[in-house]
């Protein structure tokens, strides 16, 4: 290499250095104004009112008051809040999975008559936006089958799919999977259930972890459901409880930033745990689709 | 006879079981695309077509329950026109704003993993109390932001309780919580092909080049799915008006979805809501053709060059 390339060539590495060096500052700066928001949120709730309310504010607490979180704890009623939500969330975790499972197992793998129609039927619901079914299907809950204050409207739509997307989602991983597989079973003598519980399943498994992923965000965010279905206050879900605490108690801002940490802390770990379901679930829906 | 006749009995036995398998994995699925779906679809134009209140019998009444949306309700027009402004910034700013962080993160350095995790930290916080939270922050004496336009000189703002600023108020709330988006641009980033920049390196490109005429027509199917999803969502947008500003000041947030559930879960105008569900409904598949027809024009995709 001639001493002019090769000068030529360091220089480009170095400029790259740079380049990345300052990267990093600036993908630094944008996760502190980013996670800014929490941090304020989380150390004004560990203060008294009258430091609040302080000019000008300061960055921490002067001394942290977990004991706030005690108070808050007795109007602010989080472990049933956790509870009820945890009675939602697990059962249509599960059955949104499985049944979402089954269906993506069926348009996959098994030929039958009006396959082309169900499927489309199915494609065509994934662009039909949740809030314009909300008023019939609350009549129908609520009227039709008489189930005021209840979860199940909550929870049994999940035991029907899960949802044309996860359905979606669990058809394209399993199309993924060599055939040959199966039909190896097949000459041993295995049925289509046995094919699908001891060799699609196995084989599926961060599919499905990433559905029940997305039904649990669903659940989580979701408010407007829970409030036209779930009425009375000792059936309140996480949501609706730090919904309606904030109203309750208007000015006091230190009790209403320790309730809206604690309707955090259950997302924040859960998201801690699954980490890398989360971002590879989310990228299996980018690229697939 | 009997013996070529004898395979294809078992081959049609082994069909019907088949199929019978598939009907049976199908179940709740058919049920709810009939009960959960395509019925309630139904029953939305039905119902929009009465005066039901939910205690009287429901009479039919035509079109009136629309005509009356599009011409005396006193909600209709601004509503429609605040979730509009909502959903366009809200769109636009989560699209550049994730659009660039990806492309940081897709860069060569420390520690990617976690900063991913950290942009998408928002995004698995309940709805709720992430409005709540920033409340405070928008608190009209001693939030954080009025703290800091106090700092740089300014006047203090009133954010969610002035009609000029609670809907960008919101929609930032909205960008801050699009972390969904960056992991999706980050996936797509690193699937383009890392030739084509080496070849156009070769050639001189520079930066800007390179991001105008490999990235972004690389990225142009994942942005169209990004720009659907985050569309859908933002047109549908309800939970700030719930949580937080009831639809106010004014009617300055008086988003689509949540008029529909004002008329019928607290007015109880059942038919009234049902008319104006349909509406939105229009509205979002208008902008989901719309999206879909022009992006046959704009969206790259490998081997369209001979056309």
């Known amino acids: 290499m001639s001493d002019a390339a090769y000068s030529r060539f360091k220089s480009k590495k170095r400029s790259e250095r740079t380049i990345n060096a300052l990267t990093l500052l600036i993908v630094i700066v944008f996760a502190l104004i980013v996670l800014f928001p929490i941090w304020w949120i989380f150390r004004t709730s560990l203060m008294t009112n009258p430091e609040i309310y302080q000019y000008p504010p300061a960055l921490l607490p002067k001394n942290w008051l977990f004991s706030n979180y005690e108070k808050t704890m007795q109007i602010f009623k989080f472990w049933k809040y956790l509870w009820n939500t945890m009675i939602i969330i697990v059962p249509s975790c599960l059955g949104g999975t499985f049944t979402a499972t089954l269906c993506g197992y069926a348009f996959a793998r098994l030929r039958f008559r009006g396959k082309q129609l169900i499927w489309s039927l199915c494609v065509g619901s994934m662009l039909l936006p949740a809030m314009v079914t909300l008023i019939p299907l609350y009549i129908g809950w609520t009227r039709g089958l008489g189930l005021q204050d209840s979860y199940l409207p909550l929870i049994l739509p999940y035991f029907c799919g899960g949802g044309a997307f996860n359905i979606f989602l669990i058809r394209q991983f399993i199309l993924s999977i060599p055939r040959e597989l199966d039909q190896a079973a097949t000459i041993d003598g295995a049925g289509y259930f046995r094919i699908l519980f001891s060799i699609i399943m196995p084989a599926i498994k961060p599919a499905m972890i990433v559905v029940a992923m997305f039904i649990f965000i669903g659940l989580w965010n979701d408010l407007l459901q829970q409030m036209i279905y779930i009425n009375s206050s000792d059936k309140y879900t996480i949501a609706l409880g730090i919904t309606n605490f904030k109203g309750q108690l208007k000015q006091d801002w230190s009790m209403t930033m320790a309730a809206t940490c604690l309707s955090f802390a259950p997302g924040v770990i859960f998201y801690l745990i699954g980490q890398k379901y989360f971002v590879e679930g989310i990228t299996l829906t980018g690229l697939k689709n | ?307």
Not at chain 2, 147 to 175: C, M, Q, T, W
Not at chain 2, 183 to 196: D, E, K, M, R, T
Not at chain 2, 280 to 305: H, M, N, P, Q
Request: hydrophobic share 50%.
């Open chain 2, 1 to 307: 006879m009997e013996t070529f006749n004898k395979p294809q009995q078992r081959r049609s036995r082994l069909h019907s079981n088949e199929a019978s398998v598939a009907y049976i994995c199908l179940i709740p699925a058919i049920l709810g695309l009939i009960f959960l779906t395509y019925l309630p679809l139904l029953g939305v134009l039905g119902i929009s077509m009465t005066n039901w209140t939910g205690l009287k019998k429901p009479e039919f009444i035509g079109f009136s329950n629309y005509i009356t949306l599009f011409t005396t309700d006193p909600y209709m027009k601004d509503s429609i026109l605040a979730t509009l402004y909502f959903a366009f910034l809200s769109v636009a700013g989560s699209m550049i704003y994730s659009l660039f962080i990806a492309m940081l993160l897709n860069r060569k350095i420390p520690a990617r993993g976690f900063f991913r995790a950290v942009f998408y930290v928002p995004f698995v916080l309940p709805a709720a109390a992430i409005y709540v939270g920033w409340s405070w922050l928008y608190e009209a004496n001693f939030g954080f932001f009025n703290y800091l336009l106090s700092e740089i000189g300014l006047n203090k703002v009133l954010f969610i309780a002035d009609s000029n600023y609670v809907v960008p108020s919101l929609s930032l709330i909205s960008v801050w919580l699009s972390g969904n988006l960056i992991v999706i641009f980050l996936a797509g980033l690193q699937n383009v092909p890392s030739v084509y920049h080496e070849a156009a390196e070769m050639d001189g490109a520079n930066g800007w080049n390179r991001f105008r005429h490999i990235t972004l027509p690389c990225m142009t199917p994942i942005i169209f799915y990004n720009l659907l999803l985050s569309l859908i969502a933002n047109l549908q947008v309800v939970t700030p008006a719930l949580a937080l500003t009831n639809g106010g000041p004014g009617n300055s947030s008086r988003f689509m979805t949540y008029l529909m559930y004002d008329q019928a879960f607290v007015n109880y105008k059942l038919g009234y809501a049902c008319a104006t569900t349909f509406i939105v409904f229009a509205i979002l598949a208008a902008f989901t053709a719309v999206l879909f027809k022009t992006s046959k024009r704009w969206i790259y995709s490998e081997g369209d060059d001979d056309k």
